[in-house]
């Protein structure tokens, strides 16, 4: 992918010269035949840590009680939200801590952060990458109640048991967007992935878009045109598709 980026000049030095009364005309400029050194290229860490921030977006508030949350369930507006990142366990207080992409109908998506208490049983499909439902309060658009989609509803596999039944296909990488990187060098930064996938027992190439969390010692694979392992349980737009990191890593 392209990653290339100018740097902040470090001192005075490096800034072009002031215009005035007697400055010549192009001041600060190349001249025509002069050589301009090429910008630096910085990495994906680095990228991503200026992007997000040392400590991520911004903290929100203490999660809704009871009643604020039947409130919310009831009267807010209903949406889409996908899961960019998760902290904490269900049984943990005041709940998990859920950075999700909000879309409602005929707004653009928008980024919060959210705590809520939930049950076990919901929060394993609350992982990142995961599409759930939610409710939002008219007034406030970080006010937000997330809940799974009813069975019948749901299209998620969970990515081990596609690594472990799923059909095998070689991916190429055509684009690699940092979606989500509550960055402090620990955690693994959640990234939307373009493949092109291809396997020996399909008749030609598809394109998925899957979103998943990208092992820090993996980020050199999504590079465009690397290749990367995957599993699939059949063609489509990346519902079933999860890379197998471990298998595309060198040796």
């Known amino acids: 992918m392209d990653m290339a980026a100018h740097e902040r000049p470090s001192s005075a030095s490096d800034q072009p010269p002031d215009s005035g009364p007697g400055a010549p005309p192009n001041s600060g400029r190349p001249h025509r035949g002069q050589q301009v050194a090429p910008a630096p290229r910085i990495g994906l860490l680095a990228r991503l840590s200026s992007q997000f921030g040392s400590r991520g977006f911004a903290r929100r508030g203490p999660a809704l009680d009871d009643a604020a949350r039947r409130e919310l369930l009831l009267h807010g507006i209903e949406g889409a939200a996908t899961v960019l990142s998760v902290h904490g366990t269900a049984e943990a207080e005041p709940g998990p801590e859920f950075w999700v992409r909000v879309q409602l109908d005929g707004r653009h998506a928008y980024e919060t952060r959210i705590r809520q208490r939930m049950n076990a049983a919901d929060r394993q499909w609350m992982q990142p990458g995961d599409v759930v439902r939610c409710r939002v309060d008219p007034g406030d658009d970080d006010r937000v109640v997330l809940y799974p989609p009813a069975p019948e509803e749901t299209s998620r596999t969970n990515i081990a048991k596609i690594?472990?039944?799923?059909?095998?296909?070689?991916?190429?990488?055509?684009?690699?967007?940092?979606?989500?990187?509550?960055?402090?060098?620990?955690?693994?930064?959640?990234?939307?992935?373009?493949?092109?996938?291809?396997?020996?027992?399909?008749?030609g190439p598809w394109r998925v878009r899957v979103v998943q969390p990208v092992p820090m010692s993996a980020l050199e694979l999504v590079d465009r045109g690397r290749h990367l392992e995957v599993a699939f349980f059949t063609v489509d737009r990346g519902?079933?598709?999860?890379?197998?990191?471990?298998?595309?890593l060198p040796g």
């Open 163 to 203: 690594l472990a039944d799923g059909r095998r296909a070689r991916a190429t990488v055509l684009a690699a967007t940092p979606v989500a990187a509550d960055y402090t060098g620990r955690d693994d930064p959640v990234l939307r992935l373009d493949l092109e996938l291809h396997a020996w027992d399909e008749p």
């Open 239 to 248: 519902e079933s598709v999860a890379v197998d990191w471990a298998a595309s």
